[in-house]
């Protein structure tokens, strides 16, 4: 099993960055997937999640609006669109599956895999 989370660099406020999670080592299309971020000093929080059936979606309060999800699973390949980026979103972006997507933010204690992270800085 392994997720593999690309695309994090530096840009300025009111950038954009997409962020993708490229799952492999097993059925990534039968499981929901959740973006989570951490940043220095704080715990990790969930930003969105997205189900299998690509039915339901969940975004936290913070990034609603500003970010998208959305699943290749083809490409077994997850995205998540980040748009008009404030300082506040500067982070380590992770990927992780086997855990619920449900109507609200991800919880992170549910999610049972975890790639590694990807550094999203957002700064003037």
């Known amino acids: 099993v392994q997720l593999q989370a690309s695309g994090g660099g530096s840009v300025q406020p009111g950038g954009s960055l997409r962020l993708s999670c490229k799952a492999s080592?097993?059925?990534?299309?039968?499981?929901?997937i959740g973006w989570f971020r951490q940043a220095p000093g704080k715990k990790r929080e969930g930003v969105s999640c997205i189900s299998n059936n690509v039915e339901v979606s969940a975004y936290a309060d913070s990034v609603k609006g500003r970010f998208t999800i959305s699943r290749d699973n083809a490409q077994n390949t997850v995205y998540l669109q980040m748009n008009n980026l404030k300082p506040g979103d500067t982070a380590v972006y992770y990927c992780?599956?086997?855990?619920?997507?449900?109507?609200?933010?991800?919880?992170?204690?549910?999610?049972?895999?975890w790639g590694q992270g990807t550094q999203v800085t957002v700064s003037s």
């Open positions: 080592g097993f059925g990534m299309p039968n499981f929901a």
């Open positions: 992780a599956t086997f855990g619920p997507c449900v109507a609200t933010a991800p919880v992170p204690d549910l999610f049972d895999y």
